[in-house]
């Protein structure tokens, strides 16, 4: 068998996120699948670092798939992009060791949220971005990002109120600053529970907003229920930038 | 009268082109003149600074438009927000005084062009790039553009050939940078004529690809003769950035 890892970019806003599912066809692994199916004749399962929600984009997402006969590398990647569209490439693919699993030994993921200040919703970064006009606290936001980082039970910041395994995470920084008109929330972490970046920017907008203090956060967390924390930031703020093994 | 400038930003993707035709409703003035025409019960002409062709995108192109009855800017640009796609936006209204006139008083356009240099066409930047994986001589193309500043008659770089008002514009500047994996080409001039960005910007990538020589330039402006420059750049990596009085 031979294991190939990809890097993958897509512009999330025409699916329903990166997980294969029963009842839609419009997800990126199953877009990917369908290909490799066709390709190979057989059913394909990609592996990737982990989901993205319905609107959310990847700049870099990184999956891997076993293949029974070796296939050169740039020509596996010509063919996946020749049949996938245009909002879906593949910009990187090498054959990799048996060992490599993309969501198992991933370390760290990268993520922003990016939240446009302009007076009028900016057309160009209208869907990658969430726009709010209203003036936000900057200070009191970075005293509550501060707030959030570490070691924590996360469990206030995940949608899914019924996760078995642990809500334990690290989050090791989270950035914010102003680029023109547009506010960047860069988070790292270890890993991220189920809607647990937008929430997270959904409580530090409402802190920013003035309706929570920097202070709140540490309740929050400590009360592991989800209605504690913020409204869910929209989907399309949110790009997965990048993951590291 | 009242006469209300205003700057507008947009993607021209699925639009053709800024000025209003009587075979398609599909054009950005269009768009404009509908609203206003249903906001007051009467015909309003707006007069952009220029056209923008089918797909070329905008930034901030200037227009403007006269209304017999007096209307509080911020209430006239929400109006028209309220009503417009969100992919067309009004970003500042103002009133001016009678003698405005968005297009005949302007004195420089900047424009931008970007290639997109990716190995794979970044999904992010599809929309506003032209994506050449191929290798292009930086040089070559700025001894090119520095050939093309100043004052000449650029009939050559026309796609109306029954052009029957003066082809003679003067170009300031002409800016070649890198931005990580984008070529920004940017022109500063006093006015430019059908398709003249885009058939300068063909002709420096032909320079850049080593299909002509930087030396050529001088002599495809004095032939006059369109099909002495090279091919059309494609509209989606065009974009109009200022317009400035």
Known sequence: MHNYKMILQYEGTRYQGWQRQDTTN???QGKLEDILKKMTGTSVKIHGSGRTDAGVHAKAQVANFHLEEAYEPYKLMDYLNQYLPEDIRVIELEEVPERFHSRLI??????????????VADVFLRRYSYHIDQKLDLEEMKKAA???????????????RRMKKSTIRTIYQISIE???????????GNGFLYHMVRLLTGTLLEVGLGKRSASSIPSIIESRERENAGTLAPAQGLIL?????
């Open 26 to 28: 419009n997800t990126i």
């Open 146 to 160: 501060n707030q959030l980082l570490g070691t924590h039970d996360f469990k206030a910041f995940c949608s899914n």
């Open 106 to 119: 991933a370390k760290e993921k990268i993520y922003t949220y990016r939240i446009d200040q302009s007076k």
């Open 178 to 188: 102003q680029e023109g008109s547009i506010l960047k929330l860069t988070y790292r």
């Open 241 to 245: 930038e990048q993951v590291i093994y």
